[in-house]
Nanobody, 122 residues
């Protein structure tokens, strides 16, 4: 059981990236799937989350209007479209999932990906 992230990299400010988070050896049935990030020297923070059962979403204020989370149930994959990237978005981004969990907090997120680095240059 694992989450596999992809899509990180280096991008200029104002650019876009799309992250993917694929479930391996389980399905996203009744899961909360979130994206968290940790910038150098800072604590990890939750930036977005989606509930697989009803598609409801959560966004941190810092990314509202710029980032979009979505889920493809058939592909068992969650996507994270990031636009208008800023240097302060530079961080390691982690995908996490929890069965029956709620969005907005790490509690209950018991499956974590290894993380993917996003660097936004000014």
């Amino acid at each position: 059981v694992q989450l596999v992230e992809s899509g990180g990299g280096l991008v200029q400010a104002g650019g876009s990236l799309r992250l993917s988070c694929a479930a391996s050896e389980f399905t996203f049935d009744n899961y909360a799937i979130g994206w968290f990030r940790q910038a150098p020297g800072k604590e990890r923070e939750g930036v977005s989350c989606i509930i697989s059962s009803d598609g409801s979403t959560y966004y941190a204020d810092s990314v509202k209007g710029r980032f979009t989370i979505s889920i493809d149930i058939a592909k068992n994959t969650v996507y994270f479209e990031m636009k208008s990237l800023k240097p302060e978005d530079t961080a390691v981004y982690y995908c996490a999932a929890g069965w029956g969990a709620t969005c907005g907090r790490e509690y209950g997120m018991n499956i974590w990906g290894k993380g993917t680095l996003i660097t936004v240059s000014s």
